[in-house]
């Protein structure tokens, strides 16, 4: 079965700094799909940023960039000139044809002012 | 409506009483999804539904728990007998496919037993 591991339970960050959250997966498929999901306190799930396996170009939406490591089966998030509002949990996600969204166990991002 | 709705908010029941909770999809959304999230936790999938096909149910976690759909509309999820272990958010989820589509999520159902 495909596991997502989030090694970091917690993490912190000063705002406007950098900070990387990780992530790594395990799968026997060749095409999938990984996802970073962003719950603040509302419980409202956001989904932050996706990249599809087949593409070898790590996705960017804004400050969220992701760096997707295929062989090594890592996924891990970076977030850019931090600001208060992305103080939330941080789930990373596994999805394909044969398995439904699958999460990891999540990471509290702190942003310190 | 716009986004995926759930009901109740919060639900508190005393053990061994059944709940039913309920998702409305988003208009248009082939697939619906509920997870189970304890407290701290990560999200746990229970049931996903696609269409018409027969529901993925491989993350049920015992017989208490069942999940109906009809066609590509409203889901009730019910716990029977619910046990204090039960308590948790209920998250519902759409997505207008299977495998490729974004799942866009309900705000939850918080369900305590005690």
């Known amino acids: 079965a495909q596991t997502v591991t989030q090694s970091q339970p917690e993490m912190s960050v000063q705002e406007a700094e950098t900070v990387t959250l990780s992530c790594t997966y395990d799968?026997?498929?060749?095409?999938?799909?990984l996802f970073w999901y962003k719950q603040p306190p509302s419980r409202q799930m956001i989904l932050v940023i996706r990249?599809?396996?087949?593409?070898?170009q790590n996705a960017t939406e804004n400050r969220f960039s992701v760096n997707f490591q295929k062989a090594a089966k890592s996924f891990s998030l970076k977030i850019s000139d931090s600001q208060l509002g992305d103080a939330a949990m941080y789930f990373c996600?596994?999805?394909?044809?044969?398995?439904?969204?699958?999460f990891g166990k999540g990471t509290r991002l702190s942003v310190i002012a | 409506g716009a986004g995926v709705s759930q009901s109740p908010s919060n639900k508190v029941t005393e053990k061994g009483k059944d709940v039913e909770l309920r998702c409305d999809p988003i208009?248009?959304?082939?697939?619906l999804y509920w997870y189970r999230q304890r407290l701290g936790q990560g999200l746990e999938f229970l049931i996903y539904?696609?269409?018409?096909?027969?529901?993925?149910k491989s993350g049920l976690p015992s017989d208490r728990f069942s999940a109906e759909r009809t066609g590509e509309s409203v889901s009730t999820l019910t716990i029977q007998r619910t046990q204090q272990e039960d308590s948790a958010v209920y998250l519902c989820?759409?997505?207008?496919?299977?495998?490729?589509?974004?799942?866009?999520f309900g705000e939850g159902s918080r369900l305590t037993v005690l």
């Open positions: 989820a759409s997505s207008v496919d299977r495998v490729t589509g974004e799942l866009f």
């Open positions: 799968t026997s498929e060749s095409d999938y799909y």
């Open positions: 990249q599809e396996a087949y593409k070898q």
């Open positions: 996600a596994y999805r394909s044809r044969n398995t439904p969204l699958v």
């Open positions: 208009s248009g959304h082939t697939a």
């Open positions: 539904f696609q269409g018409n096909s027969a529901p993925d």
